[in-house]
């Protein structure tokens, strides 16, 4: 392995970190300090974005991608015939470090393969963040995905050295952990999550107490899990999501779309079309979790397990429960508001605080920058409705408001779906955030 | 105050020339028809008033954007100043003299055509100075980091805070070329410094500077997913006039 240049080194491990898809650089804010490299913003930043449209936020390679591991959905299990490489912690160092100062990055994002095994890989990784930071004086985004399985002590180690934090769920369910990634179990998987949420909420105590002590993963955890390699419905998923969010704490849930890299029998013939709706409604639904005061159970349920493809979660909520329907712009509650199709946090914000001076109506509105398109539908000012439509046929509304062309016209999904994955940073301004 | 003296400012171009040009028109009591350049090619109906930049005039003007309007209107014309805006110096010169009428209430005059053109002009600085934030490159020169930018707007008084305490252990250039203006970093004593030159000419770039931008642009080619390949929200997101600036693009 010795022989390969950086260059090499550099095109494989990217190409095995690729397909991870938190690259945010979000979480925490840090200024600058003397003598030390870089700064942290709270917002994140992205540094460029890929021909896949995808922003590049961070340096996000592996450590090695040399994988003891038999993961059947990965291109690095140790049963593929593919090149192996591993980064000396030197060469990681510089990259980063030179990569940083041309502002070509806002940090690292380093993850590994199991190499041997889970503590010899930390060990590994420790050792590079430790030079990163101690002896390179490296002060800016560092996010470190835990390896399940390794002992405590050195996710700990690590927690001290990153800002962020991430263990990958990997798949939906217990079932296909066992089936696709036989060596990882749930246990292995949450048993570092709940040990960094733990370490952050005894952090957040301790930084309280004393302003200066050391911060244990300020940016908080993450996780990721794979859609499509295996047969859970959207409900299974989502629901999962909602769970982990409220058991660990977590700042987001990443979902990444299936894509076939190797064949095998238990998984999707390889020239299956990642699911990207899928993935896409799954970051719509996340939102509405996050930001809009849903619960998993409202946006999916038992005699709806799947996403409507034409609908996107919240319209398809308000079509489906007309009954709450029309609201009254001046004094329906905020939360209520924010379910109204096309009524995002912005907009709902500005009503809330314009509507204390003075009783809106659809003029006013506009002026506010409400979009009306899909709105209309659902709302009434002073009694006044602006539908074109009659709205007592659900059926009728669905049809206005729906994504036409998605489901009808077979186009290409990525080429259509202009805003899958987390596109900018976890700011409002996402583009899903106004659904 | 009225309208439409038969008569062109010229000044110098600098804030505080601009700064001067408000207390002419003070003093007048009228507004000019336009206003210029000192170097400006000749050809215009009007009769020309060249105004003298004052310092201790400009500093004035500046403090009294503060105290007889409000810190907001203030921070509005410096930043004002910066953008590019069709009739900038005449848009910034009615709402100052609306501020001085109308006192703080002038910034929310939000429908008045002045204030909004001077919002959305406002909009467009931070806007483009945020993309600078993500998509400046550096090149290491040997002894000190130097961009090039080609803004829009004067980005540059924006965007050289962030990069001094980001780089603080190094030395630092920016150079806008579309406007002639540059900016040093020194990080021995943290000097900072604000320069004007046509052009600026960088040293070839060394064998290790050319060794990280190829890796840079292997991983920029690499991080890419195939199956996933999206030009126009990549376009979206990055706009292609920056572009030709950043290093991945360079080949
Ligand atoms: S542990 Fe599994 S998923 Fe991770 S690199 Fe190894 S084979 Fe791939």
Redesign the pocket.
């Given at each position: 392995m010795s022989e390969l240049d950086i260059f090499k080194k550099l095109e494989i491990l990217t190409d095995a970190a690729k397909y991870d898809v938190a690259c945010t650089s979000s979480g925490v804010d840090r200024p600058g300090m003397e003598g030390k490299l870089g700064t942290a913003a709270k917002a994140g930043i992205c540094h460029s974005f890929a021909a896949d449209g995808r922003c590049i936020s961070l340096l996000k390679v592996l450590m090695s991608n040399d994988?003891a591991?038999?993961?059947t959905y990965?291109v690095?299990?140790r049963s593929t015939d593919c090149r192996r490489a591993s980064f000396t912690p030197e060469e990681l160092c510089e990259l980063t470090m030179q990569f940083y100062r041309r502002n070509y990055i806002e940090g690292l994002f380093l993850s590994s393969?199991?190499v041997k095994n889970p503590d010899y890989t930390c060990e590994l990784m420790l050792s590079a963040v430790k030079m990163l930071r101690d002896d390179c004086g490296f002060w800016g985004y560092v996010h470190i995905k835990a390896i399940p399985g390794a002992s405590p002590r050195l996710t700990e180690q690590l927690g001290r050295y990153a800002d962020r934090m991430s263990v990958n769920i990997e798949l939906p369910s217990q079932q296909s952990l066992k089936l696709l990634?036989p060596q990882k179990s749930k246990e292995k998987i949450l048993t570092p999550m709940a040990q960094i949420r733990d370490g952050i909420a005894q952090n957040s105590r301790e930084i309280v107490k004393y302003k200066a002590a050391p911060r244990f993963v300020p940016a908080g955890q993450s996780t990721q899990m794979i859609i499509g390699a295996s047969p859970e419905s959207d409900r299974q998923i989502l629901d999962l999501t909602e769970a982990l969010y409220k058991k660990y704490s977590l700042k987001r849930v990443f979902f990444s779309a299936y894509m076939p890299v190797v064949s095998d029998r238990a998984l999707p013939a390889i020239d299956t079309p990642p699911p990207l709706l899928r993935e896409h409604r799954l970051y719509q639904a996340d939102w509405l979790l996050r930001f809009y005061g849903f619960t998993a159970g409202e946006i999916l349920d038992e005699e709806h397990p799947d996403f409507n493809p034409l609908l996107d979660p919240k319209c398809n909520w308000a079509v489906n429960h007309m009954e709450h329907f029309p609201v009254e712009i001046n004094t329906a509650p905020y939360e209520m508001l924010l379910r109204v199709p096309g009524i995002g946090v912005k907009s709902a914000m500005r009503i809330r605080s314009a509507r204390r001076q003075c009783r809106l109506d659809f003029d006013g509105l506009k002026k506010l920058g409400v979009v009306l398109k899909r709105a209309r539908y659902f709302i009434v000012c002073s009694g006044k409705s602006a539908s074109p439509l009659p709205t007592d046929n659900p059926a009728v509304i669905a049809g206005a408001i729906s994504e036409r062309g998605l489901g009808q016209r077979k186009v290409d999904p990525p080429e259509q779906l202009s805003f899958f994955a987390p596109v900018r940073e976890d700011g409002v301004k996402c583009l899903t955030g106004q659904i | 105050m009225s309208d439409g003296a038969n008569i062109v400012y010229r000044y110098d171009g600098t804030y505080q020339g601009f700064l001067c040009c408000v207390a002419q028109c003070f003093f007048d009591k009228k507004l000019p028809q336009g206003v210029q350049l000192l170097d400006e090619p000749q050809g215009t109906l009007f009769g020309i008033k060249a105004v003298d930049t004052d310092e201790r005039l400009a500093a004035r003007v500046e403090r009294s954007l503060s105290v007889r309007i409000s810190p907001l209107a203030q921070d509005m014309v410096r930043k004002g100043f910066l953008c590019c805006m069709e009739d900038k110096e005449l848009r910034l010169i009615r709402f100052i003299l609306k501020g001085y009428r109308n006192g703080a209430r002038v910034t929310k005059l939000s429908v008045d055509p002045d204030v909004h053109a001077i919002d959305k002009a406002l909009l467009y600085l931070k806007n483009e100075a945020h993309y600078h934030v993500e998509f400046m490159r550096f090149a290491d020169c040997g002894g000190f980091l130097a961009s090039m930018i080609t803004p829009n707007n004067m980005v540059l008084p924006l965007v050289a805070p962030h990069f001094c305490e980001r780089f603080n252990t190094g030395n630092l250039v920016i150079f806008d070329k579309t406007h002639g203006m540059g900016f040093v970093y020194q990080s021995a004593g943290r000097k900072r410094e604000f320069f004007q030159a046509d052009s600026l000419d960088l040293p070839e770039p060394s064998e290790e500077e050319t060794h990280f931008q190829e890796l840079w642009r292997l991983f920029y080619d690499t991080i890419a997913v195939e199956g996933r390949i999206n030009p126009a929200l990549r376009r979206g997101n990055m706009p292609i006039r920056y572009w030709q600036n950043m290093t991945e693009f360079q080949r």
């Open positions: 994988c591991f038999d993961c990965c690095n299990r393969a199991v990634a | -």
